[in-house]
């Protein structure tokens, strides 16, 4: 949680950054959102990028982000999947639940041009 205003500071201001989801009043973030009802544990990151490559960019290749991210087993439970992909139109800002609809079907049916992993989508595009 120390690690998370510096890592979503650095975010906003990446090459192909526009939008990510946060909560309510004076929060930076999107821990408080209540993304599965009853279960608080559960934490939705949610953000809108440019294109696949800025988003890889940044999720493996800036350093603090990476940090963090390879530490992630210390704070999260396991979850597969835990990263959805997918194309969204222009000025359009996805819903958690459009998220959680994304994630559910990459979990169903795996990884398609309707939703994606980073792996699939080096390996297709």
């Known amino acids: 949680m120390d690690a998370l205003d510096h890592v979503n500071a650095q975010a906003d201001v990446a090459d192909g ?4 989801l946060v909560g309510e009043g004076d929060a930076n973030d ?3 959102i209540e993304a599965v009802a009853g279960d608080a544990d559960f934490i939705v990151n949610l ?3 440019r294109d696949v490559p800025s988003l890889e960019a940044f999720a493996y290749r800036q350093v603090d982000h990476r ?3 390879a530490r992630r087993g210390e704070w999260f439970e396991p979850m597969e999947p835990s990263l959805a992909l997918w194309e969204v139109p222009e000025g359009h800002i996805p819903s958690v639940a459009e998220a959680l609809d994304k994630l559910a079907q990459l979990g169903r049916e795996g990884p398609s041009a309707a939703v994606f992993t980073f ?7």
Request: proline fraction near 0%.
């Open 17 to 20: 950054f526009i939008w990510r």
């Open 67 to 69: 940090a963090v991210l």
């Open 30 to 32: 999107a821990t408080a």
């Open 47 to 49: 953000s809108v990028w």
């Open 119 to 125: 792996k699939w989508w080096r390996e297709n595009r």
